[in-house]
């Protein structure tokens, strides 16, 4: 898993990349997101675009950041999520839970 | 003369042991001496008692005897050390506990090269702090100065130059850490393994310029055995360490088992198989049977996010939670309600369970549901449609107060139920196929008529056919509910 953050219209875009599949990575995400909650970002969208491969442990790798963001008061939405997510989500009811748009775009477009 | 002439035997005798060896050399030491002295007298005594044309040639005599003698005492000396090191080696060869490999490469060393004062130390793995050190000589209140020796002063040149270090007077050498005061020279020399050092000797004595450049070689020598051993006995404690954590494993692999149904309850109109073939020692698949009245059956299958011993606490909490709360006679949905709300209180957000509760009339055929997130058990009707259970609500643990809907179906005779866990329909082939619902609702669809275990027994197989042994990363779980 690879983690780029970028701050776009003042909200915080998280590009995650590669196979996200719990163990180290959880700590990383995590790290990433207190991290820039630190910073004072409030606003974050997690750009699914990247991620090949994902199961459940990467699941709850997004639920640990949203429950983090949420926590601090904050908001996340998700953008990119590829079909497989998206089934992972179905099956989970996660669907019901976050948020998602088709691109980072309509992501930042929904904060306006 | 004669006495020497007896003492010259005894030294060319072979040293068969370090002591014999030992004392042959001191044998060899005093006729050495012997000699110089007998030089030294027929030198200046020698005029009026040996004719002066005979002086000359029994000095070259002498001479010639003293050279033998040099060489005689460098072939004992050599072959007593390699005598020595090859032993040392083999005993060491068969020591594995590092403690006892340092002690008996301490006690070994003072054979080699004599000593008052010596230490070994061993880096650990990642060289970042002292794994083992073993101590002679030194008083207990300077522990703490010998320590300091490590990686400092003469030791740490020495580490730094993976080179041996000579020194004859330690008082003229400010690189020299005071851990003894009696000390007076000091050999350091550094044990290395692949490039890499690993530790270091460190010998003291009492005397003056005791260590000698020799001394120094034979211990490099030394040293490269005792590497050897120190990283066999590593090895061997990290297998021993392994081993322990494998049967841990073995053993939290058969309490995990104890808490999977043993075998499938029998009814006149359902016939019942499950299985769970997890795919690591310790797995994060759940499934049960929950008798609940003469005649409802409570049915569960769950997948634990992760695998291994984490997820096995997490399954062990889920079904001690599912279990009291299903014998409460509660709503399903309020099963599924507390259940989540339990899990999710003891748990991080990110530790979640998906799972799928049922509870089965066996008399009417009535299935009352609520699936937590789950994947949606089949249900193979007898003309053939699949219908998808997944009505419900949230995977559970993630999230606090979260609503649940239970749902009713009936199963009517001839229909089969399909209960799976993710493992069955995401094992991937070499091209990084899944064998997906679809295959699996296919499979299914040609069994219906067999027995729910030939069912399962027949599924596993097509699975792995599928995807090849190597293909089931997974956990897989299954479990059929015939309606006959």
């Known amino acids: 898993m690879k983690l780029k953050s970028r701050v776009t219209d003042g909200v915080l875009v998280l590009e995650v990349k590669g196979k996200v599949m719990g163990g180290p990575d959880a700590a990383a995400f995590q790290d990433v997101v207190k991290s820039e909650i630190g910073n004072g970002h409030k606003q974050f969208v997690f750009d699914l675009g990247g991620v090949d491969w994902m199961n459940s442990s990467g699941l709850g790798i997004l639920i640990g950041g949203l429950t983090t963001i949420k926590n601090a008061g904050g908001q996340l939405k998700l953008a990119n999520v590829t079909e497989k997510i998206q089934s992972l989500f179905m099956i989970t009811k996660l669907v019901t839970i976050f948020d998602s748009h088709k691109t980072v775009e309509d992501a930042l477009k929904a904060y306006q | ?484």
């Not at chain 2, 559970?396 to 993710?422: C, I, K, M, Q, W």
Request: glycine share 8%.
């Open chain 2, 1 to 484: 003369m004669e006495s020497s002439d007896k003492e010259i035997s005894a030294v060319a005798k072979t040293a068969t042991s370090a002591n014999e060896g030992w004392a042959e050399r001191r044998v060899f030491e005093e006729l050495v001496q012997l000699l110089h002295e007998t030089k030294r007298e027929i030198s200046e005594r020698s005029p009026g008692v040996i004719p002066t044309e005979r002086m000359g040639e029994f000095l070259e005599q002498l001479s010639r005897l003293e050279h033998l003698l040099e060489h005689i005492g460098e072939v004992q000396q050599s072959r007593l050390e390699i005598h020595l090191i090859t032993q040392i080696a083999l005993s060491l060869a068969s020591a594995l506990d590092l403690n006892d490999v340092l002690s008996l490469i301490l006690d070994s060393l003072k054979q080699v090269v004599d000593y008052d004062a010596a230490g070994i130390f061993v880096l650990s793995k990642d060289g970042n702090e002292m794994e083992g050190e073993i101590l002679r000589g030194y008083r207990s209140s300077k522990r703490g100065a010998v320590r300091q020796k490590f990686g400092q002063g003469l030791m740490g040149w020495a580490m730094e130059n993976m080179a041996p270090l000579v020194v004859s007077d330690v008082s003229r050498d400010p690189r020299y850490i005071d851990a003894r005061s009696r000390t007076r020279s000091e050999l350091v020399v550094p044990m290395f393994t692949a490039g890499r050092v690993i530790g270091a000797f460190n010998l003291e004595s009492d005397r003056l310029g005791a260590f000698s450049e020799r001394d120094a070689n034979h211990l490099m020598t030394f040293a490269s055995h005792a590497s050897v051993a120190i990283e066999r006995a590593r090895l061997h404690r990290e297998i021993l360490e392994k081993n322990k954590i494998d049967e841990e494993l073995s053993l939290a692999r058969r309490m995990q088992k104890d808490l999977l149904p043993d075998e499938a309850p029998e009814y006149e109109r359902f016939k019942i198989a499950g299985i769970n073939r997890p795919s690591e020692m310790v797995g994060g698949d759940y499934y049960d049977y929950i008798p609940l009245t003469h005649k409802d059956l409570g049915l569960v299958i769950g997948d634990v996010v992760g695998k291994g011993i984490p997820a096995a606490f997490t399954m062990a909490s889920f079904r001690a939670a599912l279990r009291i709360e299903a014998s409460s006679h509660y709503a399903i949905s309020t099963i599924l309600a507390r259940v989540n709300d339990f899990l999710n209180d003891s748990t991080k957000p990110e530790i979640f369970v998906t799972a799928f509760y049922g509870v089965l009339d066996t008399q009417t055929g009535d299935l009352t549901y609520a699936n937590g997130g789950h994947n949606p058990p089949l249900l193979f009707r007898k003309d053939g449609q699949v219908q998808e259970l997944s009505e419900g609500g949230m995977l559970l643990g993630a999230f606090p107060a979260a609503l649940y809907h239970e749902h009713r179906v009936t199963l009517n005779s001839g229909d089969v139920l399909l209960f799976y866990t993710d493992g069955a329909t995401e094992a991937e082939n070499d091209s990084e196929q899944q064998f997906g619902v679809e295959r699996l609702k296919e499979a299914v669809s040609v069994l219906v008529l067999e027995s729910p275990s030939h069912i399962i027994s027949e599924l596993l197989k097509e699975i792995s056919g599928f995807c090849g042994e190597s293909g089931l990363q997974d956990d897989i779980t299954l479990m059929v509910v015939q309606c006959l």
